[in-house]
């Protein structure tokens, strides 16, 4: 009796649930994709891309002290809905100058002053809660499920806690085997529809990093850290968090929540040309025209390891002049003085042996911009001082180290950083950084971070393999510029590797480190070997000379995630590029260049050398002409690459 009672009780609770729930749907311009939308004791959404479902119902939610209710059995007191179809010029251009905006939106308005904005484009979703309070508000905690099938892959940067520098190797889980297991974003997923689900976040400002748990087998669910409440530090750049509060953020109670995205691709290599982060943050009406994008040499990764000079190589002032010899001799924008160049402590106490002044007039004669390595304890301490008296030098900008964190006291600072930067016409460059969110849209000058497991590791690890290498393209870089930090010219088949600190090389071969120019993004782009072994490469340099950082057009040929990758670009005067990058498999692609304009074109194509399987430094270099609809037949090597600069 008292069960029958049971499911007579259930079944009605169940029916009144049915007859009060209020469903949407929001579909793309083009129609593949579709957002379906529940509103009931919360609000639950689905994602289908081409009539198949990618996200199954998945409940979002908001918690605010001061408000328990909001989220909670949710009132719609309205809708509107919206389409917008227009171009958004970049001032530093990424992947092409300008930008496509095509959306669908809608936002439903909730009793108790909140709403919620969907936004579905052809290649992707995202969603964002809005804030319509007096005063401050406290926000205890935000639900975001994304619940999966079993049998999806998930290309998981899996972490150990919120204090990471967030550089990771993409982990392959079946959605179903995940537990609890902590990641930071971006993460991917190849479902067995086929189709690839992109996670990730935008317009990211005064509040905390969303991070992803495993759901027990049910997919995945946002995490993020609450705000520090207590730090301690243990070296001059690590600032540990040891008590966190009891809630993510206090922020203003009219606020535009960082937005959730989703972005979908048919094809693996669709992935390399999306730009909802971009599309989704906050811009500017700031003159940015100062900007200037450019290539740097890099002092740290070859550990100053330069030769055939008469004097000692080092952080001293005699050392850096061969690099801006180098840099000038090239073009090369920026040099960079990493750490030593003044007390890691102290940013206006000078290393006796780096005379900066002189640097910065010879510099200045050579016509080419220095930036200096900062680490963020010490700039947080001296921002004002320090920043003032760097563009009393003529310092160009600075590349700020050791962060490791993306709460909102921490999201406060990057913002804090790039705006007194931009004040003063200084470039930033985040490391020990946490993924892009847009805020190169809002604050060009910020041109670069880190946030990725880069070459630099290959100083300390194997872990910079050529799978490595092309996971990033399709998960990482869609996030943003990504400071990866290419270039060596010591190159390493897969047996022939080794780990060695102070003259690293890379695993690959030399046409897979040129590809990584053209394919790569980062519009402040290292050469991360030394110049010394630069100079006994013209080849090559001829190619690094001329690619450039930023480009005006972007069109990914082919590729596969952590298999191989085709990429061209064209530069602002017209010249096409085309990088190819391969993993351990040597393959053979054919290119069709029915993308060229009409016309002749003089081609300088690199290829891996007949040896390269055996020394993977070996390359050829050809030149021959080119017209649109020619096609061109590239062979790679185990770690192989292929680039090629074509001239009109």
């Given amino acids: 009796m008292k069960k029958t009672f049971f499911l007579i009780v259930l079944i ?35 994602l289908l891309f081409n009539g198949q479902t990618i996200v199954s119902e998945s409940a979002i939610g908001l918690s605010l002290k001061e408000n328990p209710a909001v989220a909670v059995n949710p009132k719609v007191a309205g809708k509107k809905e919206r389409s917008v179809e227009q171009v958004v010029t970049a001032i530093v251009p990424q992947k092409r100058r300008k930008i496509k905006d095509v959306f669908n939106e809608l936002t439903l308005n909730f009793n108790g002053g909140y709403a919620l ?21 406290t926000v205890s905690a935000e639900q975001a499920a994304i619940n999966l099938a079993p049998q999806d892959t998930i290309f998981y940067p899996q972490e150990e806690s919120f204090y990471s520098h967030n550089e990771r190797l993409y982990v392959r889980y079946k959605s179903g085997e995940l537990k609890n297991q902590l990641a930071s974003l971006p993460a991917l997923v190849a479902t067995q529809t086929g189709a690839k689900l992109w996670i990730s976040e935008a317009d990211l400002y005064g509040y905390a990093g969303m991070w992803l748990e495993g759901a027990n087998g049910n997919g995945l669910k946002a995490v993020f850290p609450n705000y520090p409440a207590k730090e301690e530090a243990v070296k001059d750049r690590d600032i540990k968090v040891t008590e966190r509060a009891d ?5 203003d109670g009219k606020k535009s929540f960082p937005w959730r995205i989703f972005g979908l691709a048919e094809k693996d290599s669709e992935l390399i040309d999306n730009q909802l982060v971009y599309l989704l943050s906050e811009g500017t009406n700031e003159d940015f025209s100062w900007v200037k994008a450019g290539k740097v040499p890099w002092d740290w990764w070859n550990a100053n390891n330069i030769y055939g000079v008469d004097f ?3 952080v001293n002032t005699e050392t850096y002049k061969y690099y801006l010899d180098f840099a000038a001799k090239y073009g090369l924008e920026y040099l960079i003085l990493d750490e030593g160049w003044s007390k890691t402590d102290d940013l206006l106490t000078l290393n006796p042996n780096v005379d900066l002044p002189e640097l910065l007039a010879y510099a200045k004669r050579k016509n080419v911009g220095i930036i200096l ?14 920043l003032d008296q760097f563009e009393k030098w003529g310092v160009k900008g600075i590349k700020v180290d050791f962060m490791q964190r993306d709460d909102q006291k921490m999201v406060d600072f990057y913002e804090r950083t790039a705006n007194e930067a931009a004040k003063r016409k200084m470039l930033v460059d985040f490391h020990g950084s946490y993924k892009p969110t847009g805020m190169e849209r809002k604050y060009p000058n910020a041109v670069s971070r880190e946030g990725v497991k880069g070459l630099e590791n290959s100083k300390w690890s194997k872990d910079i393999t050529p799978q490595h290498d092309l996971d990033l393209p399709f998960i990482r870089m869609v996030a943003g510029p990504m400071d990866f930090t290419p270039g060596a010219m010591l190159n390493a088949g897969e047996k022939d590797f080794k780990i060695d600190f102070n003259r690293p090389m890379s695993q690959g071969t030399r046409c897979h480190q040129l590809g990584m120019y053209v394919i790569y993004e980062s519009p402040l782009q290292m050469l991360a070997d030394n110049p010394s072994n630069y100079l006994r490469e013209p080849e090559a340099m001829e190619f690094l000379a001329a690619v450039p950082s930023i480009w005006n057009e972007t069109i990914p040929l082919d590729g596969k995630i952590g298999e191989y990758l085709v990429v061209a670009r064209q530069k602002e005067n017209g010249d096409w590029f085309i990088g190819a990058m391969n993993d351990w498999t040597p393959r053979e692609i054919t290119i069709d260049l029915s993308f060229l304009e009409n016309g002749n074109y003089s081609a300088s194509i690199y290829q891996d050398g007949i040896n390269a399987d055996r020394f993977a430094s070996d390359f050829k ?28």
Wanted: aromatic share 10%.
């Fill in 117 to 137: 904005v969907w936004r579905v484009y052809d290649n992707g979703a995202a969603y964002r809660w809005k804030t319509e309070l007096n005063g401050e508000i």
């Fill in 373 to 386: 390595w900062v680490l963020w304890t010490s700039l947080d301490k001296q921002m004002i001082p320090a």
């Fill in 621 to 648: 270099l050809t030149k021959q002409p080119l017209k649109k609809g020619d096609k061109l037949i590239i062979k790679m090597a185990s770690g192989g690459g292929f680039a090629a600069h074509l001239k009109k």
């Fill in 312 to 314: 000692k190589s080092g």
């Fill in 247 to 251: 809630f993510i953020a206090k922020t």
């Fill in 12 to 46: 009605a609770v169940c029916s009144a649930l049915s007859v009060s729930a209020q469903n949407y749907s929001l579909r793309s311009p083009n129609g593949k994709a579709e957002v379906r939308l529940k509103v009931a004791d919360k609000v639950y959404y689905s």
